[in-house]
Protein backbone atom coordinates (compact mmCIF):
# COMPACT_ATOMS: atom_id res chain seq x y z
CA UNK A 1 0.00 0.00 0.00
CA UNK A 2 1.06 3.81 -1.18
CA UNK A 3 2.31 5.78 2.18
CA UNK A 4 1.21 9.22 2.12
CA UNK A 5 3.30 11.52 4.08
CA UNK A 6 1.76 14.86 3.18
CA UNK A 7 1.50 17.36 5.90
CA UNK A 8 -0.61 19.83 4.34
CA UNK A 9 -4.07 20.86 5.81
CA UNK A 10 -4.87 22.54 2.79
CA UNK A 11 -3.95 23.73 -0.84
CA UNK A 12 -5.29 26.39 -3.26
CA UNK A 13 -4.81 26.18 -7.17
CA UNK A 14 -5.88 28.12 -9.98
CA UNK A 15 -6.88 26.93 -13.45
CA UNK A 16 -7.48 29.34 -16.31
CA UNK A 17 -10.27 30.18 -18.40
CA UNK A 18 -10.08 28.39 -21.66
CA UNK A 19 -11.40 29.78 -25.58
CA UNK A 20 -12.29 26.55 -27.93
CA UNK A 21 -13.19 25.68 -31.45
CA UNK A 22 -11.31 29.09 -32.59
CA UNK A 23 -12.93 29.72 -35.96
CA UNK A 24 -12.23 26.64 -37.95
CA UNK A 25 -11.24 23.82 -35.18
CA UNK A 26 -14.53 22.98 -33.60
CA UNK A 27 -14.09 20.77 -30.93
CA UNK A 28 -10.55 19.82 -31.75
CA UNK A 29 -8.64 23.46 -30.89
CA UNK A 30 -8.19 25.06 -27.45
CA UNK A 31 -6.06 27.63 -25.47
CA UNK A 32 -5.50 28.91 -22.29
CA UNK A 33 -5.40 32.31 -21.12
CA UNK A 34 -3.58 34.20 -18.14
CA UNK A 35 -7.19 35.41 -16.74
CA UNK A 36 -10.00 34.88 -15.84
CA UNK A 37 -9.92 31.36 -13.74
CA UNK A 38 -11.50 29.56 -11.03
CA UNK A 39 -9.97 29.07 -7.49
CA UNK A 40 -10.33 26.21 -6.11
CA UNK A 41 -9.10 25.06 -2.35
CA UNK A 42 -9.24 21.90 -1.23
CA UNK A 43 -8.98 20.66 2.33
CA UNK A 44 -8.17 17.87 4.69
CA UNK A 45 -10.98 16.34 6.51
CA UNK A 46 -10.88 13.01 8.52
CA UNK A 47 -13.94 11.28 7.24
CA UNK A 48 -13.86 9.26 3.79
CA UNK A 49 -15.13 11.54 1.64
CA UNK A 50 -15.32 14.39 -0.94
CA UNK A 51 -17.62 17.23 -0.43
CA UNK A 52 -18.21 20.76 -1.46
CA UNK A 53 -18.29 23.23 1.50
CA UNK A 54 -18.98 26.11 -0.38
CA UNK A 55 -19.20 28.03 -3.91
CA UNK A 56 -18.11 31.60 -3.96
CA UNK A 57 -18.83 34.22 -7.15
CA UNK A 58 -21.59 33.92 -9.73
CA UNK A 59 -22.96 30.42 -8.46
CA UNK A 60 -26.76 30.85 -8.52
CA UNK A 61 -26.62 27.54 -10.80
CA UNK A 62 -24.19 25.44 -9.53
CA UNK A 63 -25.21 22.71 -7.74
CA UNK A 64 -23.15 21.99 -4.16
CA UNK A 65 -23.59 17.94 -4.45
CA UNK A 66 -20.66 16.26 -4.93
CA UNK A 67 -21.31 14.08 -7.72
CA UNK A 68 -23.72 17.15 -9.72
CA UNK A 69 -20.95 19.61 -9.95
CA UNK A 70 -17.87 19.00 -11.92
CA UNK A 71 -14.86 19.91 -9.56
CA UNK A 72 -16.64 17.56 -7.03
CA UNK A 73 -17.32 14.71 -9.21
CA UNK A 74 -13.75 15.24 -10.99
CA UNK A 75 -12.46 15.21 -7.39
CA UNK A 76 -14.09 12.60 -6.18
CA UNK A 77 -13.14 10.00 -9.30
CA UNK A 78 -9.32 10.88 -8.32
CA UNK A 79 -10.14 10.24 -4.52
CA UNK A 80 -11.31 6.88 -5.37
CA UNK A 81 -8.52 5.82 -7.61
CA UNK A 82 -5.68 7.28 -5.41
CA UNK A 83 -7.76 6.18 -2.10
CA UNK A 84 -5.74 9.03 0.16
CA UNK A 85 -6.15 8.00 4.18
CA UNK A 86 -8.14 11.16 4.30
CA UNK A 87 -11.17 12.76 3.09
CA UNK A 88 -11.38 16.28 0.94
CA UNK A 89 -13.17 19.30 1.17
CA UNK A 90 -13.29 21.58 -1.00
CA UNK A 91 -14.44 25.61 -1.86
CA UNK A 92 -15.13 26.90 -5.13
CA UNK A 93 -14.07 30.10 -5.97
CA UNK A 94 -15.83 31.21 -9.23
CA UNK A 95 -13.50 34.24 -10.76
CA UNK A 96 -15.57 34.61 -13.93
CA UNK A 97 -19.43 33.64 -14.73
CA UNK A 98 -20.64 30.30 -15.72
CA UNK A 99 -22.15 30.21 -19.33
CA UNK A 100 -20.20 32.13 -20.95
CA UNK A 101 -18.24 29.89 -23.42
CA UNK A 102 -15.07 30.03 -21.52
CA UNK A 103 -14.71 26.90 -19.97
CA UNK A 104 -15.61 27.80 -15.86
CA UNK A 105 -16.79 24.32 -15.50
CA UNK A 106 -13.35 22.94 -16.55
CA UNK A 107 -11.67 25.43 -14.56
CA UNK A 108 -12.74 24.69 -11.56
CA UNK A 109 -12.75 20.78 -12.36
CA UNK A 110 -8.48 21.20 -13.38
CA UNK A 111 -8.16 23.75 -10.46
CA UNK A 112 -9.89 20.76 -7.80
CA UNK A 113 -7.82 18.09 -9.43
CA UNK A 114 -4.79 19.82 -9.69
CA UNK A 115 -4.84 21.37 -5.82
CA UNK A 116 -5.44 17.40 -4.77
CA UNK A 117 -2.62 16.21 -6.28
CA UNK A 118 -0.49 18.73 -4.90
CA UNK A 119 -1.68 17.99 -1.81
CA UNK A 120 -0.65 14.89 -1.90
CA UNK A 121 2.81 15.31 -3.24
CA UNK A 122 1.97 14.96 -6.65
CA UNK A 123 1.49 10.74 -6.67
CA UNK A 124 0.60 11.64 -10.72
CA UNK A 125 1.84 13.50 -13.72
CA UNK A 126 -0.21 16.27 -15.30
CA UNK A 127 -1.45 13.56 -17.91
CA UNK A 128 -2.62 10.95 -15.66
CA UNK A 129 -5.00 14.16 -14.20
CA UNK A 130 -6.94 14.00 -17.59
CA UNK A 131 -9.41 11.14 -16.97
CA UNK A 132 -10.36 12.86 -13.46
CA UNK A 133 -11.56 15.72 -15.44
CA UNK A 134 -12.56 14.60 -18.08
CA UNK A 135 -15.34 12.57 -15.77
CA UNK A 136 -16.55 16.31 -14.63
CA UNK A 137 -16.78 17.45 -17.95
CA UNK A 138 -19.52 14.59 -18.84
CA UNK A 139 -22.02 16.74 -16.38
CA UNK A 140 -21.69 19.64 -18.64
CA UNK A 141 -22.00 17.91 -22.16
CA UNK A 142 -24.80 15.13 -21.11
CA UNK A 143 -22.57 12.34 -21.35
CA UNK A 144 -20.68 13.00 -24.37
CA UNK A 145 -16.78 13.36 -23.88
CA UNK A 146 -15.12 16.72 -24.53
CA UNK A 147 -11.77 17.26 -23.78
CA UNK A 148 -10.78 21.13 -25.73
CA UNK A 149 -11.65 22.88 -22.39
CA UNK A 150 -10.17 20.69 -19.87
CA UNK A 151 -7.06 19.77 -21.93
CA UNK A 152 -6.70 23.39 -22.63
CA UNK A 153 -6.91 24.18 -18.90
CA UNK A 154 -4.86 21.30 -17.75
CA UNK A 155 -1.50 21.51 -19.96
CA UNK A 156 -2.12 25.59 -20.83
CA UNK A 157 -1.15 26.87 -24.46
CA UNK A 158 -2.33 25.77 -27.37
CA UNK A 159 -3.64 22.41 -27.73
CA UNK A 160 -4.78 19.75 -30.29
CA UNK A 161 -7.38 17.40 -29.29
CA UNK A 162 -6.72 14.53 -32.15
CA UNK A 163 -9.53 12.58 -30.33
CA UNK A 164 -11.55 12.91 -27.08
CA UNK A 165 -12.16 9.18 -26.86
CA UNK A 166 -9.36 7.96 -25.96
CA UNK A 167 -8.29 11.23 -25.71
CA UNK A 168 -5.21 11.92 -27.87
CA UNK A 169 -4.15 15.52 -26.76
CA UNK A 170 -1.23 17.04 -29.16
CA UNK A 171 0.33 20.27 -27.80
CA UNK A 172 1.00 22.81 -30.64
CA UNK A 173 3.83 25.33 -30.90
CA UNK A 174 2.44 28.42 -31.03
CA UNK A 175 4.05 32.54 -31.66
CA UNK A 176 4.74 33.97 -28.26
CA UNK A 177 3.66 37.09 -28.94
CA UNK A 178 0.18 36.43 -29.85
CA UNK A 179 -2.19 37.86 -27.49
CA UNK A 180 -5.94 37.43 -27.01
CA UNK A 181 -8.93 39.90 -26.08
CA UNK A 182 -11.74 38.24 -24.93
CA UNK A 183 -15.26 40.35 -24.71
CA UNK A 184 -17.93 37.84 -22.46
CA UNK A 185 -21.26 40.08 -23.34
CA UNK A 186 -23.77 39.70 -20.70
CA UNK A 187 -26.56 37.11 -22.06
CA UNK A 188 -27.27 33.73 -21.99
CA UNK A 189 -27.13 30.93 -24.25
CA UNK A 190 -26.75 27.33 -22.67
CA UNK A 191 -24.63 25.21 -24.26
CA UNK A 192 -26.52 22.46 -24.68
CA UNK A 193 -29.12 24.55 -26.99
CA UNK A 194 -26.20 25.85 -28.94
CA UNK A 195 -25.25 22.16 -29.67
CA UNK A 196 -29.04 21.48 -30.60
CA UNK A 197 -28.90 24.23 -33.55
CA UNK A 198 -25.70 22.66 -35.13
CA UNK A 199 -27.22 20.28 -38.04
CA UNK A 200 -25.78 17.04 -38.17
CA UNK A 201 -25.12 16.94 -41.76
CA UNK A 202 -22.78 19.67 -43.35
CA UNK A 203 -21.92 19.17 -46.89
CA UNK A 204 -18.54 17.71 -48.23
CA UNK A 205 -17.76 20.74 -49.84
CA UNK A 206 -18.16 22.55 -46.87
CA UNK A 207 -16.13 20.32 -44.63
CA UNK A 208 -13.52 20.23 -47.39
CA UNK A 209 -12.94 24.10 -47.25
CA UNK A 210 -12.68 23.14 -43.57
CA UNK A 211 -9.56 21.45 -42.86
CA UNK A 212 -7.93 23.11 -45.93
CA UNK A 213 -8.41 25.85 -43.45
CA UNK A 214 -7.82 23.46 -39.83
CA UNK A 215 -4.68 22.04 -41.95
CA UNK A 216 -3.17 25.38 -42.52
CA UNK A 217 -3.98 27.34 -39.28
CA UNK A 218 -2.04 24.36 -37.78
CA UNK A 219 1.01 25.25 -40.67
CA UNK A 220 0.81 28.73 -40.15
CA UNK A 221 0.68 28.20 -36.05
CA UNK A 222 3.30 25.91 -36.07
CA UNK A 223 5.83 27.71 -38.30
CA UNK A 224 4.58 31.24 -37.46
CA UNK A 225 2.96 32.41 -40.29
CA UNK A 226 0.88 35.32 -38.84
CA UNK A 227 -0.31 36.03 -42.34
CA UNK A 228 -1.66 32.03 -43.25
CA UNK A 229 -2.86 32.15 -39.52
CA UNK A 230 -4.82 34.71 -40.85
CA UNK A 231 -6.12 33.51 -43.98
CA UNK A 232 -7.60 30.27 -42.24
CA UNK A 233 -8.85 31.41 -39.22
CA UNK A 234 -12.40 31.14 -40.77
CA UNK A 235 -15.17 28.93 -39.99
CA UNK A 236 -17.69 27.89 -42.77
CA UNK A 237 -19.89 24.99 -40.76
CA UNK A 238 -20.15 25.85 -36.95
CA UNK A 239 -20.36 29.66 -36.76
CA UNK A 240 -22.55 30.86 -39.81
CA UNK A 241 -25.00 28.90 -37.81
CA UNK A 242 -24.12 30.21 -34.73
CA UNK A 243 -23.32 33.44 -35.17
CA UNK A 244 -27.02 34.18 -36.12
CA UNK A 245 -28.02 33.67 -31.88
CA UNK A 246 -25.56 35.83 -30.61
CA UNK A 247 -26.68 39.68 -30.92
CA UNK A 248 -23.20 41.72 -32.47
CA UNK A 249 -21.52 38.84 -33.63
CA UNK A 250 -20.57 39.98 -37.27
CA UNK A 251 -19.77 42.90 -36.71
CA UNK A 252 -18.08 42.55 -33.82
CA UNK A 253 -15.93 39.66 -35.69
CA UNK A 254 -15.40 42.78 -38.42
CA UNK A 255 -14.99 45.06 -35.80
CA UNK A 256 -11.83 42.90 -34.90
CA UNK A 257 -10.32 42.23 -37.70
CA UNK A 258 -10.73 45.76 -38.62
CA UNK A 259 -8.23 46.61 -36.07
CA UNK A 260 -6.00 44.95 -36.92
CA UNK A 261 -7.29 40.89 -35.30
CA UNK A 262 -5.83 38.22 -37.41
CA UNK A 263 -9.07 36.26 -36.65
CA UNK A 264 -11.61 36.41 -34.32
CA UNK A 265 -14.70 34.37 -33.41
CA UNK A 266 -16.93 32.61 -31.16
CA UNK A 267 -15.37 31.35 -28.14
CA UNK A 268 -16.58 27.35 -26.91
CA UNK A 269 -20.71 27.54 -27.37
CA UNK A 270 -20.73 31.59 -27.10
CA UNK A 271 -21.70 34.26 -25.98
CA UNK A 272 -17.78 35.34 -25.90
CA UNK A 273 -15.97 35.93 -28.30
CA UNK A 274 -12.46 36.12 -28.96
CA UNK A 275 -9.61 37.90 -30.87
CA UNK A 276 -6.42 36.58 -32.13
CA UNK A 277 -4.26 39.52 -32.24
CA UNK A 278 -0.14 39.86 -33.36
CA UNK A 279 0.44 42.19 -30.32
CA UNK A 280 -0.92 43.65 -27.16
CA UNK A 281 -1.77 46.73 -28.10
CA UNK A 282 -3.87 45.19 -31.33
CA UNK A 283 -5.64 43.14 -28.52
CA UNK A 284 -6.68 46.20 -26.58
CA UNK A 285 -7.66 48.20 -29.86
CA UNK A 286 -9.71 45.16 -31.08
CA UNK A 287 -11.15 43.76 -27.77
CA UNK A 288 -12.43 47.64 -27.00
CA UNK A 289 -13.66 47.34 -30.72
CA UNK A 290 -15.62 43.95 -30.22
CA UNK A 291 -16.45 45.45 -26.87
CA UNK A 292 -18.22 49.03 -28.03
CA UNK A 293 -20.34 46.77 -30.76
CA UNK A 294 -22.25 45.06 -27.57
CA UNK A 295 -22.27 48.10 -25.61
CA UNK A 296 -24.35 49.85 -28.70
CA UNK A 297 -26.83 46.99 -28.10
CA UNK A 298 -27.12 48.14 -24.56
CA UNK A 299 -25.39 44.72 -23.50
CA UNK A 300 -22.82 44.79 -20.97
CA UNK A 301 -19.71 43.04 -21.66
CA UNK A 302 -16.13 42.51 -20.09
CA UNK A 303 -13.10 42.42 -21.73
CA UNK A 304 -10.28 40.20 -20.99
CA UNK A 305 -6.85 40.58 -22.61
CA UNK A 306 -4.38 37.72 -22.65
CA UNK A 307 -1.46 35.97 -23.75
CA UNK A 308 -1.53 32.81 -24.37
CA UNK A 309 -0.77 31.10 -21.54
CA UNK A 310 1.48 28.23 -21.91
CA UNK A 311 1.57 27.25 -18.37
CA UNK A 312 -1.94 26.22 -17.42
CA UNK A 313 -3.07 25.83 -13.72
CA UNK A 314 -0.75 27.19 -10.59
CA UNK A 315 -0.48 26.75 -6.61
CA UNK A 316 -1.72 29.60 -5.00
CA UNK A 317 -1.35 28.73 -1.17
CA UNK A 318 -0.42 25.61 0.38
CA UNK A 319 -0.29 25.08 4.32
CA UNK B 1 7.20 44.65 -75.85
CA UNK B 2 8.89 41.91 -74.41
CA UNK B 3 12.12 40.69 -75.84
CA UNK B 4 13.01 37.09 -76.55
CA UNK B 5 16.57 36.04 -76.39
CA UNK B 6 16.24 32.41 -76.80
CA UNK B 7 18.34 30.75 -78.95
CA UNK B 8 17.52 27.27 -78.01
CA UNK B 9 15.78 24.96 -80.52
CA UNK B 10 14.15 22.30 -78.15
CA UNK B 11 13.83 21.82 -74.44
CA UNK B 12 12.82 18.43 -72.34
CA UNK B 13 11.37 18.72 -68.91
CA UNK B 14 10.44 15.68 -66.33
CA UNK B 15 7.41 15.70 -63.96
CA UNK B 16 7.05 13.64 -61.14
CA UNK B 17 3.70 11.66 -60.53
CA UNK B 18 1.88 12.51 -57.01
CA UNK B 19 0.51 11.00 -54.53
CA UNK B 20 -2.59 13.41 -53.24
CA UNK B 21 -5.75 12.93 -50.06
CA UNK B 22 -3.18 10.95 -48.28
CA UNK B 23 -5.68 9.64 -46.65
CA UNK B 24 -7.50 11.96 -43.95
CA UNK B 25 -6.37 14.75 -46.41
CA UNK B 26 -8.70 14.31 -49.30
CA UNK B 27 -8.49 17.06 -52.08
CA UNK B 28 -6.42 18.96 -49.58
CA UNK B 29 -2.96 16.94 -49.38
CA UNK B 30 -0.44 15.83 -51.96
CA UNK B 31 2.84 15.30 -52.52
CA UNK B 32 5.64 14.46 -55.01
CA UNK B 33 7.54 11.25 -55.98
CA UNK B 34 11.23 10.69 -57.71
CA UNK B 35 9.15 8.52 -60.02
CA UNK B 36 7.28 7.70 -62.22
CA UNK B 37 6.61 10.84 -64.22
CA UNK B 38 6.27 12.00 -67.49
CA UNK B 39 8.48 13.73 -69.96
CA UNK B 40 7.53 16.90 -72.67
CA UNK B 41 9.67 17.67 -75.27
CA UNK B 42 8.91 21.60 -76.11
CA UNK B 43 10.59 22.86 -79.61
CA UNK B 44 10.25 25.73 -81.44
CA UNK B 45 8.20 25.88 -84.70
CA UNK B 46 7.62 29.38 -86.76
CA UNK B 47 3.94 29.08 -86.93
CA UNK B 48 2.38 30.77 -84.19
CA UNK B 49 0.59 28.05 -82.26
CA UNK B 50 1.01 25.42 -79.98
CA UNK B 51 0.68 21.54 -81.43
CA UNK B 52 1.13 18.00 -80.00
CA UNK B 53 3.33 16.44 -82.31
CA UNK B 54 3.15 12.92 -80.71
CA UNK B 55 2.59 10.66 -77.67
CA UNK B 56 4.46 7.91 -76.50
CA UNK B 57 3.84 5.09 -73.96
CA UNK B 58 0.51 4.35 -72.93
CA UNK B 59 -1.08 7.01 -75.08
CA UNK B 60 -4.34 5.11 -76.35
CA UNK B 61 -7.04 7.96 -74.77
CA UNK B 62 -4.55 10.83 -74.72
CA UNK B 63 -6.15 13.56 -77.23
CA UNK B 64 -3.53 14.64 -79.56
CA UNK B 65 -5.57 17.92 -80.12
CA UNK B 66 -4.05 20.78 -77.84
CA UNK B 67 -7.32 21.75 -76.37
CA UNK B 68 -8.56 18.15 -75.11
CA UNK B 69 -4.77 17.39 -73.83
CA UNK B 70 -4.01 18.80 -70.32
CA UNK B 71 -0.13 19.27 -71.32
CA UNK B 72 -1.42 21.31 -74.60
CA UNK B 73 -4.20 23.78 -73.05
CA UNK B 74 -1.91 24.47 -70.15
CA UNK B 75 0.87 25.23 -72.74
CA UNK B 76 -1.53 27.42 -75.30
CA UNK B 77 -2.42 28.87 -71.64
CA UNK B 78 0.63 30.09 -71.08
CA UNK B 79 1.84 31.26 -74.84
CA UNK B 80 -1.05 32.96 -74.82
CA UNK B 81 -0.43 35.15 -71.67
CA UNK B 82 3.28 35.44 -72.77
CA UNK B 83 2.87 35.97 -76.31
CA UNK B 84 6.98 34.44 -77.54
CA UNK B 85 7.36 35.58 -81.13
CA UNK B 86 7.43 31.82 -81.95
CA UNK B 87 5.45 28.96 -81.91
CA UNK B 88 5.33 25.40 -79.77
CA UNK B 89 5.78 21.91 -80.69
CA UNK B 90 5.82 19.37 -78.07
CA UNK B 91 6.36 15.86 -77.60
CA UNK B 92 4.69 13.73 -74.60
CA UNK B 93 6.10 10.63 -73.08
CA UNK B 94 3.92 9.16 -70.89
CA UNK B 95 5.84 7.21 -68.22
CA UNK B 96 2.87 5.72 -66.36
CA UNK B 97 -0.32 4.35 -67.55
CA UNK B 98 -3.18 7.05 -67.13
CA UNK B 99 -5.80 6.77 -64.76
CA UNK B 100 -3.77 5.72 -62.21
CA UNK B 101 -4.35 7.91 -59.84
CA UNK B 102 -0.99 9.37 -59.64
CA UNK B 103 -1.53 12.26 -61.65
CA UNK B 104 -0.72 11.29 -64.75
CA UNK B 105 -1.97 14.08 -66.71
CA UNK B 106 -0.83 17.09 -63.79
CA UNK B 107 2.49 15.47 -64.61
CA UNK B 108 2.03 16.25 -68.67
CA UNK B 109 1.13 19.51 -67.90
CA UNK B 110 3.55 20.39 -65.54
CA UNK B 111 6.77 19.15 -67.44
CA UNK B 112 5.22 20.86 -70.59
CA UNK B 113 4.85 24.28 -68.88
CA UNK B 114 8.01 24.32 -66.72
CA UNK B 115 9.89 22.94 -70.31
CA UNK B 116 8.79 26.10 -72.11
CA UNK B 117 9.55 28.67 -69.19
CA UNK B 118 12.89 27.51 -69.33
CA UNK B 119 13.20 27.50 -73.32
CA UNK B 120 12.15 31.23 -73.05
CA UNK B 121 15.16 31.71 -70.20
CA UNK B 122 12.61 31.23 -66.74
CA UNK B 123 10.47 34.85 -67.53
CA UNK B 124 8.26 33.32 -64.54
CA UNK B 125 9.03 32.04 -61.01
CA UNK B 126 7.42 28.59 -60.23
CA UNK B 127 4.31 29.80 -58.17
CA UNK B 128 3.48 32.06 -61.76
CA UNK B 129 2.94 28.85 -63.62
CA UNK B 130 0.47 27.13 -61.79
CA UNK B 131 -2.69 29.41 -63.15
CA UNK B 132 -1.53 27.72 -66.40
CA UNK B 133 -1.26 24.24 -65.69
CA UNK B 134 -4.13 24.27 -63.83
CA UNK B 135 -6.13 25.55 -66.90
CA UNK B 136 -4.95 22.07 -68.07
CA UNK B 137 -6.16 20.14 -65.08
CA UNK B 138 -9.98 21.65 -65.57
CA UNK B 139 -10.14 19.27 -68.39
CA UNK B 140 -10.23 16.15 -66.22
CA UNK B 141 -11.99 17.05 -63.68
CA UNK B 142 -15.05 18.93 -65.85
CA UNK B 143 -14.54 22.39 -64.50
CA UNK B 144 -13.95 22.19 -60.99
CA UNK B 145 -10.34 22.81 -59.72
CA UNK B 146 -8.07 20.22 -57.98
CA UNK B 147 -5.08 21.66 -57.74
CA UNK B 148 -3.50 19.02 -55.08
CA UNK B 149 -1.64 16.73 -58.46
CA UNK B 150 -0.28 19.82 -60.45
CA UNK B 151 0.57 21.68 -56.74
CA UNK B 152 2.48 18.67 -56.03
CA UNK B 153 4.14 18.00 -59.37
CA UNK B 154 5.02 21.53 -59.84
CA UNK B 155 6.15 22.86 -56.52
CA UNK B 156 7.72 19.36 -55.34
CA UNK B 157 7.37 18.15 -51.45
CA UNK B 158 4.90 17.97 -49.78
CA UNK B 159 1.86 20.63 -50.27
CA UNK B 160 -1.37 21.67 -48.54
CA UNK B 161 -3.67 23.09 -51.24
CA UNK B 162 -5.68 25.26 -48.35
CA UNK B 163 -7.81 27.05 -51.21
CA UNK B 164 -8.19 25.18 -54.90
CA UNK B 165 -10.04 28.39 -56.13
CA UNK B 166 -8.23 30.60 -55.72
CA UNK B 167 -5.04 28.18 -55.30
CA UNK B 168 -3.48 29.24 -51.87
CA UNK B 169 -1.04 26.91 -51.33
CA UNK B 170 1.25 26.22 -48.40
CA UNK B 171 4.74 23.87 -48.59
CA UNK B 172 4.72 21.64 -45.61
CA UNK B 173 8.24 20.90 -43.88
CA UNK B 174 8.17 16.79 -43.74
CA UNK B 175 10.98 14.50 -42.34
CA UNK B 176 13.41 13.45 -44.94
CA UNK B 177 13.82 9.94 -44.13
CA UNK B 178 10.33 9.10 -45.01
CA UNK B 179 9.86 6.73 -48.19
CA UNK B 180 7.13 5.71 -49.64
CA UNK B 181 5.69 2.28 -51.34
CA UNK B 182 3.14 2.91 -54.32
CA UNK B 183 1.37 -0.21 -55.99
CA UNK B 184 -0.26 0.46 -59.11
CA UNK B 185 -2.98 -2.95 -59.54
CA UNK B 186 -4.23 -2.81 -63.19
CA UNK B 187 -7.64 -1.80 -62.86
CA UNK B 188 -9.92 0.44 -64.20
CA UNK B 189 -11.39 3.21 -62.57
CA UNK B 190 -12.87 6.82 -64.06
CA UNK B 191 -11.85 9.63 -61.86
CA UNK B 192 -15.66 10.76 -62.35
CA UNK B 193 -17.30 7.64 -61.41
CA UNK B 194 -14.88 7.62 -58.08
CA UNK B 195 -16.05 11.18 -57.60
CA UNK B 196 -19.76 10.57 -58.43
CA UNK B 197 -19.81 7.50 -56.16
CA UNK B 198 -19.06 10.45 -52.41
CA UNK B 199 -22.22 11.36 -50.56
CA UNK B 200 -22.43 15.27 -51.01
CA UNK B 201 -23.31 14.98 -47.48
CA UNK B 202 -20.84 13.88 -44.14
CA UNK B 203 -21.93 13.18 -40.46
CA UNK B 204 -20.81 16.08 -38.36
CA UNK B 205 -19.12 14.43 -36.16
CA UNK B 206 -17.06 12.27 -38.95
CA UNK B 207 -16.24 15.55 -40.40
CA UNK B 208 -14.67 16.50 -36.57
CA UNK B 209 -12.94 13.00 -36.34
CA UNK B 210 -11.29 13.78 -39.91
CA UNK B 211 -10.67 17.35 -38.85
CA UNK B 212 -8.68 16.39 -35.67
CA UNK B 213 -6.33 13.66 -37.79
CA UNK B 214 -5.73 16.10 -40.50
CA UNK B 215 -4.60 18.98 -37.52
CA UNK B 216 -2.58 16.17 -36.09
CA UNK B 217 -1.23 14.78 -39.14
CA UNK B 218 0.15 18.31 -40.30
CA UNK B 219 1.59 18.50 -36.53
CA UNK B 220 3.36 15.55 -36.79
CA UNK B 221 4.88 15.96 -40.31
CA UNK B 222 5.90 18.93 -39.26
CA UNK B 223 7.66 18.53 -36.18
CA UNK B 224 9.01 15.01 -37.49
CA UNK B 225 6.54 12.95 -35.15
CA UNK B 226 5.97 9.76 -36.49
CA UNK B 227 4.04 7.66 -34.20
CA UNK B 228 1.59 11.13 -34.50
CA UNK B 229 1.55 10.72 -38.15
CA UNK B 230 0.90 7.26 -37.71
CA UNK B 231 -2.08 7.25 -35.35
CA UNK B 232 -3.43 10.11 -37.77
CA UNK B 233 -3.45 8.49 -40.92
CA UNK B 234 -7.04 7.71 -40.91
CA UNK B 235 -9.75 8.67 -43.33
CA UNK B 236 -13.28 8.06 -41.90
CA UNK B 237 -15.31 9.26 -44.95
CA UNK B 238 -13.43 9.00 -48.45
CA UNK B 239 -11.94 5.45 -47.83
CA UNK B 240 -14.76 4.00 -46.47
CA UNK B 241 -16.66 4.65 -50.09
CA UNK B 242 -13.85 4.32 -52.65
CA UNK B 243 -12.27 1.52 -50.70
CA UNK B 244 -15.22 -0.56 -51.82
CA UNK B 245 -14.49 -0.42 -54.83
CA UNK B 246 -10.99 -1.03 -55.02
CA UNK B 247 -10.07 -5.18 -54.92
CA UNK B 248 -8.11 -6.10 -52.45
CA UNK B 249 -8.09 -2.84 -50.68
CA UNK B 250 -8.29 -3.85 -46.97
CA UNK B 251 -6.11 -6.10 -47.31
CA UNK B 252 -3.44 -4.48 -48.82
CA UNK B 253 -3.48 -1.19 -46.09
CA UNK B 254 -3.54 -3.95 -43.37
CA UNK B 255 -0.90 -5.71 -45.21
CA UNK B 256 1.53 -2.21 -45.66
CA UNK B 257 0.59 -1.76 -41.65
CA UNK B 258 1.30 -4.66 -40.64
CA UNK B 259 4.70 -4.57 -42.13
CA UNK B 260 5.63 -1.01 -40.76
CA UNK B 261 4.15 1.33 -42.64
CA UNK B 262 2.99 4.72 -40.72
CA UNK B 263 -0.12 4.05 -42.99
CA UNK B 264 -1.22 3.27 -45.80
CA UNK B 265 -4.45 4.55 -48.23
CA UNK B 266 -5.72 5.16 -51.65
CA UNK B 267 -3.73 7.50 -53.89
CA UNK B 268 -6.00 10.09 -55.71
CA UNK B 269 -8.86 8.15 -56.40
CA UNK B 270 -7.11 5.22 -57.01
CA UNK B 271 -6.48 2.54 -58.16
CA UNK B 272 -3.36 3.13 -56.81
CA UNK B 273 -2.24 2.56 -53.01
CA UNK B 274 0.71 4.34 -50.95
CA UNK B 275 2.00 3.54 -48.16
CA UNK B 276 4.05 6.14 -46.03
CA UNK B 277 6.89 4.05 -44.30
CA UNK B 278 10.11 5.43 -41.81
CA UNK B 279 12.46 4.05 -44.01
CA UNK B 280 13.74 2.55 -46.94
CA UNK B 281 13.36 -1.04 -46.38
CA UNK B 282 10.08 -0.96 -44.53
CA UNK B 283 9.06 0.90 -47.95
CA UNK B 284 10.41 -2.27 -49.97
CA UNK B 285 8.67 -4.72 -47.39
CA UNK B 286 5.03 -2.89 -47.23
CA UNK B 287 5.38 -2.10 -51.42
CA UNK B 288 6.06 -6.21 -52.05
CA UNK B 289 3.55 -6.76 -49.14
CA UNK B 290 0.74 -5.16 -50.76
CA UNK B 291 1.71 -6.36 -54.42
CA UNK B 292 1.49 -9.90 -53.25
CA UNK B 293 -2.20 -9.20 -52.09
CA UNK B 294 -3.31 -7.85 -56.12
CA UNK B 295 -0.94 -11.00 -57.38
CA UNK B 296 -3.39 -13.19 -55.22
CA UNK B 297 -6.65 -11.71 -56.95
CA UNK B 298 -4.59 -12.27 -60.58
CA UNK B 299 -4.14 -8.38 -60.79
CA UNK B 300 -0.96 -7.42 -62.45
CA UNK B 301 0.77 -4.58 -60.32
CA UNK B 302 3.20 -2.34 -60.64
CA UNK B 303 5.22 -0.86 -57.71
CA UNK B 304 7.43 2.23 -57.18
CA UNK B 305 9.40 3.14 -54.37
CA UNK B 306 10.36 6.75 -53.80
CA UNK B 307 11.04 8.97 -51.33
CA UNK B 308 8.87 12.20 -51.71
CA UNK B 309 10.82 14.29 -53.97
CA UNK B 310 11.78 17.88 -52.87
CA UNK B 311 12.18 19.43 -56.31
CA UNK B 312 9.60 19.08 -58.39
CA UNK B 313 9.75 18.90 -62.39
CA UNK B 314 13.59 18.93 -63.46
CA UNK B 315 15.09 19.57 -67.12
CA UNK B 316 16.58 16.53 -69.11
CA UNK B 317 17.65 18.14 -72.04
CA UNK B 318 18.40 21.51 -73.57
CA UNK B 319 19.63 22.83 -76.89
Known sequence: MREWRTDLEQVTAFAPATVTNVSCGFDIFGFALNAPGDEVLVRRI????VRIRKISGDAGQIPLQTDRNTAGRAL???WEALTP????????????AIGTGLGSSAASAVAAVWAANRFLKQ?????????FVLEGEKLTSGGSVHADNVAAALFGGF????????PDIIPLHFPRQLRVAVVHPHIELPTWQMRRILREQVE?????????????????????????????LQDVIIEPVRGKVIPGYEAARQAAVENGALGSGISGSGPSMFALCPSESVARKAGEAMRAVFHRLNLQADLYLSPINPHGPKILEMR
Chains 1, 2 share one sequence.
Open 46 to 49: PTPE
Open 204 to 232: LKDAVRQWGNIAAFVAGLQNGDLHLMSRS
Open 85 to 96: PMGFEIEIYKKM
Open 76 to 78: RAF
Open 159 to 166: VLVRTAQP
Open 123 to 131: PLQEEALLP
